[in-house]
Antibody
């Protein structure tokens, strides 16, 4: 069974860059038909899709994040990463990585990491 | 951006009751609608994909229906372990979006 695990700093200072990595196990990140997403959840709130990447490098980002996001993939390590720059307190959230299973040109999030809380504070 | 509106926001129900949660999309999304269950301090789990397909390992009391703009998640014979927040999600167009969530409390 596919498993995902997020890692990265739990505390980031305002204006700096949030960096997280998601390690995939139990399956290859290069397997066809799957994209790899980042999703966040503000404390006590709903879910927000940040964006995703295909193993060949193509990406799509949520415009709400106004160009602050970069998602990259390292197939040799079977992992993908998130960078969010110029963070503010509004970026404080639990960040999840998830596999996006693609069928008929649309995707569902079938496997999720446990999530990691990132707090933006000086 | 497609807006998904769930109803109700909160429901208090008794075990063995049948529960229906609805999700309405601001424009037609075909069958590109998925349902997730999130228990406190856990990550969301996929229940139903593409409106009506059960995900592997999900109990048969969970079912989904609908297409276009109106969708329904049904839980037959509710169990205490079903206390959670339920979210719908659309993947018809970018950016992917979620409903605001429906919290189920078990009496």
């Amino acid at each position: 069974q596919v498993q995902l695990q997020e890692s990265g700093p739990g505390l980031v200072k305002p204006s700096q860059t949030l960096s997280l990595t998601c390690i995939v196990s139990g399956g290859s990140i290069s397997s066809g038909g799957n994209y790899w997403s980042w999703i966040r959840q503000h404390p006590g709130k709903g879910l927000e899709w940040i964006g995703y990447i295909y193993h060949r490098g193509s990406t799509y980002y949520n415009p709400s994040l106004k160009g602050r996001v970069t998602i990259s993939v390292d197939t040799s390590k079977n992992q993908f990463s998130l960078k969010l720059n110029s963070v503010t307190a509004a970026d404080t959230a639990v960040y999840y990585c998830a596999r996006t299973y693609y069928y008929d040109s649309s995707g569902s999030f079938d496997y999720w990491g446990q999530g990691t809380l990132v707090t933006v504070s000086s | 951006e497609i807006v998904l509106t769930q109803s109700p926001d909160f429901q208090s129900v008794t075990p063995k009751e049948k529960v229906t949660i609805t999700c309405r999309a601001s424009q037609s999304i075909g069958s590109s609608l998925h349902w997730y269950q999130q228990k406190p301090d856990q990550s969301p789990k996929l229940l139903i994909k593409y409106a009506s397909q059960s995900f592997s390992g999900v109990p048969s009391r969970f079912s989904g229906s609908g297409s276009g703009t109106d969708f329904t998640l049904t839980i037959n014979s509710l169990e205490a372990e079903d206390a959670a927040t339920y979210y719908c999600h659309q993947s018809s167009s970018f950016p992917y979006t979620f409903g605001q969530g429906t919290k189920l409390e078990i009496k």
